[in-house]
């Protein structure tokens, strides 16, 4: 079965940085394009980045220049390098494969990890 699993989160101070690491399993991954999402509670999910299978990446407004997505093909392994840490990015995050659409419209597989809570201080 499809299993995605988030690590790395955590807390740190504004204007630090962090690396979330997604494992993926169960799916084709190298053939898959990959996302990550937050989610702040009581707000819906927001597409934070992508990558295609061809590397080709985007990225939210909020997050442009401070977050950079990439992937291990090799390790069946999406990554999210987040610096410059603001509190508004404080949120779970979640990856995902993204089955179909276009940035920012992308719908995601109905397989969600446990996510990986991000909580940043000022």
């Known amino acids: 079965q499809v299993q995605l699993v988030e690590s790395g989160g955590g807390s740190v101070q504004a204007g630090g940085s962090l690396r979330l690491s997604c494992a993926a399993s169960g799916i084709n991954f190298r053939l898959s394009m990959m996302g990550w999402y937050r989610q702040v509670s009581g707000k819906q999910r927001e597409l934070v980045a992508n990558?295609?299978?061809?590397?080709?990446?985007n990225y939210a407004d909020s997050v442009k220049g401070r977050f950079t997505i990439s992937r291990d093909n090799a390790k069946d392994t999406v990554y999210l390098q987040m610096s410059s840490l603001k509190p508004e990015d404080t949120a779970v995050y979640y990856c995902?494969?993204?089955?179909?659409?276009?940035?920012?419209?992308?719908?995601?597989?109905?397989?969600w990890g446990q996510g990986t809570q991000v909580t940043v201080s000022s």
């Open positions: 995902n494969q993204l089955i179909s659409g276009f940035w920012p419209n992308y719908r995601p597989s109905n397989y």
């Open positions: 990558i295609a299978v061809g590397g080709s990446t």
